[in-house]
């Protein structure tokens, strides 16, 4: 075997299905390998990023590893943006990329970049690898990083002469790394402080996060939260990992979060994180940040211990694992006076929006999620859109919401559907797109085309860069700078040049009508270019670096002056 | 108010574990005082003491971080009660044939060495904690000192802890 067919088959070995690959001099080899490998197949995207983001829908819908392989130089430098997404939501990912020759390295060889050292901060580890005989146990410890403890993306380096080589090496059974312990379960005299305190707590809350997807602790999470009556937050990565629609469910909290959630984040006198990292898009201010509350923090990374807030208990482990140990040690609490008031906010502030007065996303998200039941697999870009869908589109089982939380990187959103669509053929995949990061990455669409994926593209088209606009209009005295987006194609028109279907919505009459059409047909990727008012603003908000307690509800008047934000972005 | 830490780290001995390291520091804006690497006893394996300048409230988080990297084994902070720590020097002297019996009577005080001399100069050589060393350094300093290296700090746990 060359080092090629070794890196093929470490692919077949983990069970990959999908390569998604660009081709490029350095990795010739590897792609010449794939030829004759059966139980795999290459999806050739159309740029580097839609390659790596694809693999990360695939991994975030199937919670494999999503797989990508590219050249040396530029195809390698163009992974940068995928990786730090990958990186900041614990998204395992093996990126593999061609290198030039071992001899030329370091020399400005033609598509050479020092891709180990350009891409080490955004990695959760990476290789280059000099000598044929490593790679066989390299492969093995990639995708034994990328998947285990916390995941993330793992890089493979390999120069084009090591491809060539032929290996000796087999594969190694086990891997031996002393640097890399995860532990799984924590110690039972945590345990039973943690308990004591959960049974010294009226108003408790569950603050949930994507360690609770990533472990697949939704069933926990549930009995937990039902065994206690105690209600229950997710973060925009954790949705899913509690059902929205349960009755103790108050949704999303942080800056776009619920009213009912953050009023509830408020007024608990104790708050439990599991597998979530106290971001500052959910904390605000951290010295004001339920200062009074006992803290509880369950992650499988110890180094997210007191990163921002100490916690009275650290729990380090698997969360499911965790909570399995932990429920036989707390019983029922007397929470009715917390539920109850929990309720009466839930009614005074619900998420709403005006029906008239022009096309809202909002409104189509509303009737999205109704008329697909919740069922919908929901890649986002970043942006409103992306918070509408968070509010408006439920999740109710983990891996239905993709979405880049920690990055927030624009162009995220359609390869990531595609990704997930490949990777769940029999699900129904939704990408909820803004007219400017819809932009960033449209030429996925070939892609889309061509693996005729039933995808459903919902393109929120207000011809504006509405978040970064909203920002202008609240805090930078509507000076405008830097976001209209005219000269935007034609969406559907650029659809049909893909030969792919589309659609338009104008007017929120034809939301329900439009929606059913898109979503009956499933011979291949659809697009919905719904072109909505201008000028709308997501609420609640908290202002950045503002305590959650400085909740914006509602839009306030016009003439209102409001601080510029304290928080960095 | 920024405070000196001193940290042992045992890592696998591979390119581009120090890289990794010192970008653990320079993202929090810690700097680096001072940086020993060597050779393990067994060749696997590196230690490193790493001397470092920041803010005490992020010290144990980037300790954390460092044991969160895959190439290290374990990085622990030391202090001195619980550590040996020796440093080595060496210090250029300018100073004539008259005046040299002066910083002889030094070098003997200090129990440290003379490793070169001509007509105009003498190099010192010592060894010690770096208190000692800051000391001879500020003596030395008054007697025409031109130049001064330091390898940095080196340290090992006291009786049967694991360094």
């Known amino acids: 075997m060359n080092g090629a067919q070794v890196v093929v088959a470490a692919f077949e070995r983990e069970d990959v299905d999908f390569v998604f690959g660009y081709p490029g001099g350095a990795c010739m080899p590897i792609f010449d390998a794939l030829v004759d490998a059966s139980k795999l197949k290459l999806v050739l995207v159309r740029h580097e990023q ?99 403890g916390r995941p993330g993306p793992v890089l493979v380096d390999i120069p084009k002469d090591v491809q060539t080589a032929g290996c000796t090496a087999d594969f190694p059974d086990e891997v031996d790394m002393p640097g890399y312990q995860v532990q799984t379960r924590c110690a039972p005299d945590d345990l039973q402080r943690t308990a004591d305190l959960i049974m010294n707590s009226k108003r ?13 602790a939704g069933k926990q999470v549930r009995a937990l939260a039902e065994k206690l009556g105690a209600p229950v937050t997710t973060t925009l990565l954790g949705k899913g990992a509690f059902p929205e629609t349960h009755e103790l469910s108050v949704g999303m909290l942080g800056m776009h979060g619920t009213a009912y959630a953050n009023k509830t984040v408020v007024d ?119 918070m509408w869908a968070a509010q408006f589109c439920k999740s109710c089982r983990e891996r239905q919401w993709l979405s880049s939380g920690g990055a927030g990187t624009m162009g995220y959103g359609l390869p990531a559907a595609l990704g997930a669509q490949f990777g769940c053929p029999d699900d129904l995949v939704i990408a909820v797109v803004g007219d400017g990061g819809f932009q960033m990455t449209q030429f996925e669409l070939a892609t889309a085309a061509i693996h005729k994926l039933p995808v459903k593209i919902l393109v929120i088209n207000n011809s504006y860069l509405g978040m970064v606009r909203q920002w202008q209009q609240l805090f930078f005295d509507n000076r405008e700078s830097g976001v209209g987006m005219e000269g935007n194609p034609d969406f559907v028109k650029l659809a049909e040049a893909y030969g792919i279907k589309s659609f338009r919505i104008r007017r929120a009459g034809d939301i329900t009508r439009v929606l059913k059409k898109a979503l009956d047909y499933n011979a291949g990727p659809v697009l919905i270019d719904a072109v909505v008012v201008k000028a709308d603003n997501v609420f609640p908000m908290i202002p950045s670096g503002a305590p959650v307690s400085d909740m914006l509800i509602e839009e306030p008047p016009p003439t209102t002056k409001l601080e510029k934000p304290v928080g960095s972005t | ?161 694991e360094t």
């Open chain 1, 268 to 386: 608990c006198d104790l708050i439990m994180a599991i597998g979530a990292r106290w971001d500052d898009r959910i904390t605000g201010k951290v010295s004001a940040f339920c200062p009074d509350a006992v803290k509880i923090h369950i992650d499988i990374d110890p180094a997210e211990f007191g990163k921002i807030i100490q916690p009275d208990v650290s729990l380090q482990g698997d969360a499911s694992l965790v909570l399995a140990d932990l429920l036989p040690l707390v019983k029922s609490l007397k929470t009715k006076p917390w539920l109850t008031q929990i309720a009466k906010w839930k009614q005074r502030h619900p998420l709403k929006y005006p029906k008239r007065g022009g096309l809202r996303a909002q409104h189509i998200l509303d009737e999205l999620d109704r008329l697909t039941e919740s069922r919908g697999v929901i890649a986002t870009d970043v942006g409103q859109h992306q």
């Open chain 1, 50 to 148: 839609g390659g790596t983001h694809m693999a990360d829908g695939y991994a975030r819908a199937t919670g494999k590893p999503g797989v990508v392989l590219v050249t040396s130089g530029p195809g390698a430098t163009n992974t940068v943006t995928g990786l730090l997404t990958a990186q900041m939501d614990s998204v395992p990912l093996v990126v593999v990329t061609g290198q030039t020759m071992t001899v030329n390295l370091g020399k400005d060889a033609f598509q050479e970049a020092d891709v180990f050292g350009v891409t080490m901060p955004v990695v959760k580890h990476s290789y280059l690898v000099k000598d044929v005989n490593d790679l066989p146990r390299v492969m093995k410890e990639a995708f034994h990083l990328a998947s285990s």
């Open chain 2, 1 to 161: 108010m920024e405070e000196q830490f001193t940290i042992s780290i045992f890592v696998n001995n591979k390119p581009g574990v120090l890289v990794r390291i010192a970008q653990t520091f320079a993202r929090r804006g810690y700097n680096v005082a001072s940086l020993v690497v060597s050779a393990a006893h067994d060749p696997q394996f590196s230690r490193m003491t790493i001397v470092v300048q920041g803010s005490p409230a992020d010290f144990d988080q980037i300790l954390r971080q460092l044991n969160k990297l895959v190439d290290v084994v374990h990085a622990s902070h030391h202090e001195s009660s619980d550590s040996v720590d020796r440093e080595m020097a060496l210090f250029k002297v300018e100073v004539s044939a008259e005046r040299r019996s002066e910083v002889f009577q030094v070098v003997e005080v200090f129990r440290a060495k003379t490793v070169d001399i001509t007509e105009r100069s003498l190099i010192i050589e010592t060894t010690g904690n770096s208190s000692k060393i800051d000391a001879l350094e500020r003596l030395l300093g008054t007697m025409g000192l031109v130049e001064m290296i330091r390898t940095g700090k080196l340290i090992m746990a006291r009786g049967a802890a």
């Open chain 1, 204 to 216: 408790p809350l569950l603050y949930v996060g994507a360690g609770a997807v990533i472990s697949q």
